[in-house]
């Protein structure tokens, strides 16, 4: 099965983001050269009432770059009904890129594409690749997955969405202390790093209530999910690869952006 066919999206909303994102180069005189859907609908377990969490990589011309004091290098639009858009200026993604940001690394591994200038995003994917980093990612990911468990998950009555938002984070851990590269965005792909059947069909049921309850739905905690999730927290974290890489690849390839599209 195509990846964009587990993710199913309708013309009319495609079309919408589209929209969205021609107005916002019309409007701020720039050039989007990748957007995708992050968050729920992209990770493979959106609820109906899902938002459409739209993120994009976009050039300002050159003239933004010749100020004294830095300008903003993000571009926000507030939340309209279930439609949420906002990206990064190229420069501030090279910048993130070079820490081997997870969340950009996600947004490159969308399978839910809305627009990109296929060469640059290349480019850009293979940049993504080579200044991989497994201990920055792995730390962004336990982290992560600690927070929300201790925030979110200590109470006799759970939201169904925050195990997942556990979940996920662990598995990537887990993706990455098996030495599989970078940890795909889908959870599905993520789940090919359990072979418990019984913990298997414990998610498998849980992901069938959330998708069909709605993002608010609360319901009894489960002893198996939080077994798991306690024992993934607690495990040794292994001696992984750290990358060296040349940021004079990510000056070039920004000047070269920069200049193609101005």
């Not at 992050?38 to 770059?65: I, L, N």
């Not at 993130?96 to 690394?105: C, D, E, V």
């Not at 970078?182 to 790093?193: E, K, W």
Request: aromatic fraction near 10%.
């Amino acid at each position: 099965m195509h990846r964009e066919e587990r993710h199913p999206l309708s013309d009319a909303m495609r079309a919408r983001v589209v929209q969205a994102l021609d107005k916002i180069e019309h409007e701020r005189n720039v050039k989007v050269l990748y957007a995708c859907e992050s968050g729920s609908r992209a990770w493979g377990f959106a609820s109906t009432d899902s938002d459409y969490d739209v993120r994009f990589v976009y050039v300002e011309k050159p003239d933004w770059f010749m100020q004294v004091d830095a300008p903003r290098d993000v571009i926000e639009r507030p939340l309209d009904d279930e439609l949420d858009v906002s990206g990064w200026e190229l420069s501030k993604t090279l910048g993130l890129l070079r820490k081997s940001n997870p969340t950009l690394l996600e947004w490159l591994d969308s399978p839910l594409v809305y627009r990109q200038e296929t060469e640059a995003a290349a480019q850009l994917r293979a940049l993504a690749e080579a200044f991989y980093s497994p201990p920055a990612a792995r730390n962004h990911y336990l982290s992560m997955a600690r927070k929300t468990f201790r925030g979110h998950l200590q109470g006799e009555t759970v939201r169904f969405k925050k195990y997942f938002y556990v979940l996920r984070p662990l598995l990537a851990v887990r993706w990455i202390d098996l030495g599989l590269g970078r940890p795909p965005m889908t959870f599905a792909d993520l789940l090919s790093t359990v072979n418990d059947a019984q913990l298997l069909d414990e998610v498998a049921t849980l992901l069938t209530l959330k998708r069909n309850a709605g993002e608010a739905a609360y319901g009894p905690r489960r002893p198996a999910l939080h077994a798991f999730i306690q024992a993934e927290l607690e495990r040794e974290v292994p001696v992984l690869p750290r990358t060296r890489e040349d940021s004079q690849r990510l000056d070039r390839y920004l000047r070269d952006t920069v200049k193609r599209f101005a």
